[in-house]
């Protein structure tokens, strides 16, 4: 899984590498209805808009996954104390067997 994951990361870095130095440009960013100007070079607002999309993207998928996250709790608060109750069963049934043992070791 390593490997297939570098296989993947690698070249999507060398891309995003190469984006870069090939877009190098200054660009001036207006903010309408602001009055606002920035100065940035092409490769950094792309990046920063890439950027924005992906949190949004994780942010959308966390949300969705609110459902699954809670029902995984809820099932591991039922094998918890579906635990207790066979530790309690299995001392309760223990306990009469040492009790007769000790009776016939009197």
């Known amino acids: ?3 297939f994951h570098w296989f993947v990361t690698a070249p999507l870095a060398l891309i995003l590498i190469l984006f870069a ?9 207006y903010f309408w209805p602001l009055p606002l ?7 950094i607002v ?4 890439l950027l924005i ?6 942010f959308v ?5 609110h459902h699954w996250r809670r029902q995984a709790r809820q099932k591991t608060r039922r094998i ?8 309690a069963q299995t001392a309760a049934q223990q ?6 043992r000790d009776l016939a070791l009197r």
């Open 53 to 58: 999309g992906f949190l949004i993207g994780e």
């Open 95 to 100: 306990q009469p067997k040492e009790a007769a």
């Open 1 to 3: 899984m390593k490997l």
């Open 80 to 87: 918890e104390e579906l635990e207790r109750q066979l530790a």
């Open 21 to 29: 130095v090939s877009n190098r440009a200054d660009i001036v960013l």
């Open 61 to 65: 998928a966390w949300i969705n996954g």
């Open 37 to 43: 100007a920035l100065n940035t070079s092409l490769w």
């Open 46 to 49: 792309v990046m920063v808009a």
